[in-house]
Structures are given as structure tokens and as C-alpha cells.
């Protein structure tokens, strides 16, 4: 009921803005606002404060206290709880969860969230904010939430538990925890699992990187449920009757969260050790290195002293030899230098042989003189 509520008030906006505004300094003049209610009671912060409604922002005053401004634009959820359990007084909570970074301050400390206490049995009756002489009359909770949407605060923010999403085993729409040594209801709802009353937290599933059950397959008769936000903190619900445990388990794999510790959680944020190509460390190409390497004026290609022959390709068509050509040719080379003189008394005779430099020649050539070499020289033993 409260949800249709707030979106036909929402849908009557005209000209709904968003505009980011920051808690001026000073107080406010309750007297220009657009609408205000008296003696409201905080749960968190505690105490009995005025709301007042202003075009970008409401603020709550307390009695000898700094007023709490709050821009509607930092308003990221509205919890409606009207169904506590084990509660004889009817009581309905209005859970304003503040987004992340708003910094709406009390004095010195930020506050997380506000948590306004009215009844269904409270009723208001006061002046629309719109100016058309229409008036706003009805349980405080629904006037409320119709102020909030009327001032800009999407239909979409506004959340209360439903029998549709959860039922505990005892068909509550709560289950019973306890956070840190304070007891207390948790509500798992379509948009965030709340916990109420103090301290008061919403968490919405957006936020959730996992969920995790612990002491679950244990004979105990609690389990806990740990929640680790992607951000890398960790939310404990402790002492949960084991009887809840199917329910809770059910309506975790409904909501589709991932269930682990939370390494799974800083797995599924979406965060890459490098964002782009650009980041990432270049491959290492080995051929590159070694041509960086490579001095084309070193004339040893090895402990043994052997030529370094280049690869050019010999007239017909064929690259230079492998390194067993070149200790060839360096063999030859030497046959070469010993039968100089022998080859310039041929040279007499008419032959067709001339001495070149190993350097000038590719290792084919190198190899086809070496044999025309050892066959005059095995002429010249013969004789």
C-alpha cells in the first residue's frame, strides 16, 4: 500500500528535479519551508526531532541540537518496515539509507542512515507542499513517503519486506540476529537485506560481492550469515535459528547473489590488475632480443674461433651452410695458406684456380674451392 502510495504522489510531481545540493551552513528558516512535521521520534539518531521540507533538501532539528541537513538527491533507499516481530505497539519504521560519500553530518559525524519511528495509528493532516490549497491527510507513514516522492525521491528507492520475497519458518517476514552484542530482525527484501534497530544497516544487493554461511554444517542451533560487500568489508548476522537456514538459502539463490567468502566477492568486483592494453607489460619477443644482440662487425661466432659466415644466397639460388660448413671452411682456409706457393707453380701450368678471401665469398664457394684444392694437392703427391 505504502508503495503505490508514493508513486501516484511521485507521478503528480511537475517539473521533478534532481540537483545535487550540499547542507548549507547555518540554520534553516522552518518558517519558508514547504511543509512541516512536529515531534517525530528518531531511532538512529535518537531522540524527538521536526522535519522540515524544503524544494532540495529536508532537515531534522532536534531541542539544543545542529540541525541534520539532508539533500534528497543523497536519499539511495527508503525502507518501510510495518511488520516487526514480536512488537504490541504497532510501531512502523522509515529507514532513510544515505548513499555512499553524501557526508550528512551531526556535529562532527557522518550519519550512515535515519530512522524515523511513527505508527499506522498516527495520523497527519497538513498543508500539500504543491500550494494548491489541497491538503495531505493520513497515517504518518503514508504522508511521509508521499513527501519524500513529491519531492523528488524515485518510486524506484522506496522498499518494504514482502511475504512474495521471504517468509521465515514461522511465516514473519523477519528473521532474528545479532550484530555485534546488539539483538535484533533482519529482513531480506527484492532490493536490500535491512537490520533493524540498532544498529540500523541496509545493504543493498547491488553492494553484495557474496554471501556466505557459516557454522551451517555444524550440529549447533544457529548458524551466521556473512555478507561481503564488494567494497571489502564484511557484515556479520550471528545466533540465526538453524530453522531459517532453508528459507535464507532459498531466497539467496532467488536474488541470484554468489554464495562463497569473500574471495569470491573481490572476485566478482570488477576490478583487472590492468585496465587497459596500454597497462599491461609488453610481451618479450625473443627473436628481437637476440637481434639486439647481434654485432654484424664480430668476426667469432664461437669459443673455437670459427669464421661468422653470412647468410647472402649463392648464385644458384642456395643460403650459406650450417656451422659444420664454416668449421669447413675454416679448415680449408688453412689448407689454403699452407699451399700457397704450390697453387702460384700451377697457376704456371695454365689452371683455371684463383686465390679469394673467405670474407668475400658465401660458404658454397668456400666448400667448391676446398675440393679443387685437395685434388691438386693429391696430384702433387702422386708425383
Known amino acids: 500500500m505504502v508503495a503505490a502510495v508514493v508513486a501516484e504522489a511521485a507521478s503528480a510531481k511537475e517539473g521533478g528535479q534532481s540537483v545535487q545540493v550540499s547542507a548549507g551552513a547555518g540554520a534553516a528558516d522552518f518558517g519558508a519551508a514547504l511543509a512541516t512535521v512536529e515531534g517525530l521520534v528518531l531511532v538512529t539518531p535518537r531522540g524527538r526531532q521536526a522535519l522540515a521540507f524544503f524544494e532540495r533538501h529536508c532537515v531534522f532539528r532536534a531541542a539544543g541540537k545542529a540541525d541534520i541537513s539532508v539533500p534528497y538527491v543523497a536519499i539511495s533507499h527508503i525502507a518501510i518496515i510495518d511488520s516487526i516481530p514480536n512488537d504490541t505497539k504497532g510501531r512502523v519504521l522509515v529507514f532513510l539509507h544515505l548513499a555512499r560519500g553524501a557526508a550528512v553530518m551531526r556535529g562532527k559525524r557522518a550519519l550512515p542512515a535515519l530512522v524515523i519511528q511513527t505508527s499506522a495509528s498516527v495520523q497527519l493532516d497538513l498543508p500539500a507542499p504543491l500550494g494548491q490549497g489541497a491538503r495531505m491527510a493520513g497515517p504518518a507513514p503514508v504522508v511521509l513517503c508521499q513527501l519524500f516522492g513529491l519531492q523528488g525521491v524515485p518510486p524506484a528507492a522506496f522498499c518494504s519486506p514482502s511475504p512474495d520475497v521471504f517468509r521465515s519458518a514461522d511465516r514473519r517476514l523477519g528473521v532474528s540476529a545479532v550484530v555485534k552484542v546488539s539483538q535484533g530482525w533482519l529482513f531480506p527484501m527484492a532490493a536490500a537485506f535491512c537490520f533493524l534497530e540498532r544498529p540500523a544497516l541496509l545493504l543493498p544487493l547491488a553492494e553484495i560481492g557474496s554471501v556466505e554461511f557459516a557454522r551451517a554444517a555444524g550440529t549447533s542451533s544457529t548458524f551466521d550469515l556473512l555478507l561481503h560487500a564488494r567494497d571489502g568489508t564484511t557484515h556479520e548476522f550471528t545466533s540465526i535459528p538453524r530453522a531459517e537456514l532453508a528459507g535464507l538459502t532459498a531466497y539467496v539463490a532467488e536474488q541470484r547473489l554468489p554464495v562463497g567468502t569473500a574471495d569470491v566477492a573481490a572476485a566478482a568486483a570488477p576490478c583487472a590488475r590492468y ?27 664461437s669459443a673455437a674461433g670459427g669464421a661468422r659466415l653470412s647468410g647472402a644466397e649463392t648464385g644458384d639460388g642456395q643460403t650459406g651452410g650450417s656451422a659444420a660448413d664454416e668449421a669447413d671452411a675454416d679448415s680449408g682456409s688453412r689448407d689454403l695458406g699452407n699451399d700457397e706457393e704450390e697453387e702460384e707453380e700451377e697457376s704456371d701450368d695454365g689452371s683455371s684456380v684463383s686465390l679469394v678471401s673467405e670474407d668475400d665469398i658465401p660458404s658454397a664457394n668456400v666448400r667448391h674451392h676446398m675440393s679443387e684444392e685437395e685434388g691438386h694437392a693429391a696430384k702433387r703427391r702422386r708425383r
Open 275 to 301: 585496465c587497459n592494453a596500454d597497462d599491461a607489460p609488453a610481451e618479450v619477443d625473443e627473436d628481437s632480443e637476440e637481434d639486439a644482440d647481434f654485432d654484424p662487425d664480430c668476426s667469432s661466432s
